[in-house]
C-alpha cells in the first residue's frame, strides 16, 4: 500500500497539496511516483507563472513512462524545487517531502474538489 498522509489534500490524477496559510506545496504522491518507477526528470514552470486547477504545469518523466502535472488548485510560483533539477530521483526516495512547486493559493475554496487522506486511499484501493 502506498503511503498516504493525513492533513494534506489530493486529486485523481495523484498529486498531492500541502497547505500551510495561503501558501500550498504540489507534488506527486506515493502511489504516483511508484506507479512511474525511477524518476529521471522533472519538467516545472517558472516562478511567477499562473497555475491553474485542472490544468497542465509539468510533467515527470522516468525510465517507464512520462506524466503531465495537473495542479490540484490555482495560484501563483512563488518557487520551484531546484533540488529535483540535479535529483530528480529524490522524488522516488520520498514524494512528501520533495514537493515540486510552492503557490500562492487564489481561491482556497478549490480545496474542497479535492480527497482527504482516507478518501484518496480508497481511490487507489480502487484502481489497483
Known amino acids: 500500500m502506498a503511503k498516504v498522509i493525513e492533513g494534506l489534500y489530493y486529486s485523481e490524477s495523484h498529486e498531492y497539496v500541502k497547505v500551510e496559510g495561503n501558501v500550498a506545496y504540489i507534488g506527486i504522491t506515493d ?14 514552470p517558472e516562478v511567477d507563472d499562473e497555475v491553474e486547477a485542472d490544468e497542465d504545469f509539468g510533467a515527470v518523466e522516468s525510465v517507464k513512462a512520462a506524466s ?14 531546484e533540488v529535483l533539477e540535479d535529483k530528480p530521483e529524490s522524488i522516488n526516495e520520498d514524494a512528501y517531502a520533495n514537493w515540486i512547486i510552492k503557490i500562492e493559493l487564489s481561491d482556497t475554496a478549490e480545496l474542497d474538489n479535492l480527497m482527504s487522506a482516507e478518501e484518496y486511499a480508497k481511490f487507489c484501493e480502487a484502481q489497483d
Open 31 to 44: 502511489y504516483a511516483q511508484n506507479a512511474l518507477g525511477n524518476v529521471v526528470y522533472v519538467d516545472m
Open 68 to 81: 503531465d502535472l495537473k495542479s490540484p488548485v490555482s495560484g501563483t510560483v512563488l518557487e520551484v524545487n
